[in-house]
């Protein structure tokens, strides 16, 4: 816990660093009672942020906002329809895409109600949330000064993302929520 602290401490200036817990709740649910990742949120104020997470499955950078409230996704939506607030967008997930991270799968498989089948960033209508990505594999590397850099570039790469949800979506309105 102590180097994921350390962690947070260094990324003070992309926001409040948030260490999840590392327990699970086995009341409700049959899951093994300490958990399997070590997650680590940045700068999450209710309009997207930064998450690292370190599993059995590897490191995993991200930026962005993951399941929006309703409210949000039609803001995410509105904002991407028009022209002048999409092309600031596209410039920031194309500066995240350089850096090897990779933009969320759309979760729609047709435009979303209200939006044309071949309007022209369907792909981004498509998607229920907004996250750029990347993991990478576990290795010896990870106990190197080399990951802490890595994992400072890559969400570098991804703050032009993030701060454009804060800008064009902002915190949800009705509280948190999943997405419809």
């Given at each position: 816990?102590?180097?994921?602290?350390?962690?947070?401490?260094?990324l003070a200036d992309l926001g409040r660093a948030h260490l999840f817990r590392p327990w699970n709740d086995t009341r409700f649910h049959a899951r093994p009672p300490i958990k399997e990742q070590l997650g680590l949120a940045v700068g999450y104020e209710g309009a997207g942020g930064f998450y690292v997470e370190l599993s059995l499955d590897g490191l995993l950078v991200a930026g962005g906002l993951h399941q929006p409230a309703p409210d949000q996704l039609d803001r995410i939506r509105r904002a991407i329809d028009a022209g002048?607030?999409?092309?600031?967008l596209t410039r920031a997930i194309g500066r995240a895409q350089k850096a090897g991270l990779a933009l969320v799968e759309p979760a729609l498989v047709r435009s979303p109600r209200g939006y044309a089948a071949d309007h022209p960033r369907l792909r981004l209508l498509r998607c229920k949330s907004l996250t750029v990505s990347r993991r990478h594999l576990l290795g010896p590397w990870l106990h190197r000064p080399k990951a802490g850099r890595t994992i400072r570039?890559?969400?570098d790469a991804a703050a032009p993302l993030v701060r454009w949800i804060g800008e064009h979506?902002?915190?949800?309105?009705?509280?948190?929520?999943?997405?419809?």
């Amino acid at each position: 816990m102590a180097p994921a602290r350390s962690l947070g401490e260094d990324l003070a200036d992309l926001g409040r660093a948030h260490l999840f817990r590392p327990w699970n709740d086995t009341r409700f649910h049959a899951r093994p009672p300490i958990k399997e990742q070590l997650g680590l949120a940045v700068g999450y104020e209710g309009a997207g942020g930064f998450y690292v997470e370190l599993s059995l499955d590897g490191l995993l950078v991200a930026g962005g906002l993951h399941q929006p409230a309703p409210d949000q996704l039609d803001r995410i939506r509105r904002a991407i329809d028009a022209g002048r607030t999409a092309a600031p967008l596209t410039r920031a997930i194309g500066r995240a895409q350089k850096a090897g991270l990779a933009l969320v799968e759309p979760a729609l498989v047709r435009s979303p109600r209200g939006y044309a089948a071949d309007h022209p960033r369907l792909r981004l209508l498509r998607c229920k949330s907004l996250t750029v990505s990347r993991r990478h594999l576990l290795g010896p590397w990870l106990h190197r000064p080399k990951a802490g850099r890595t994992i400072r570039e890559e969400l570098d790469a991804a703050a032009p993302l993030v701060r454009w949800i804060g800008e064009h979506v902002g915190p949800s309105q009705h509280g948190f929520g999943r997405s419809e």
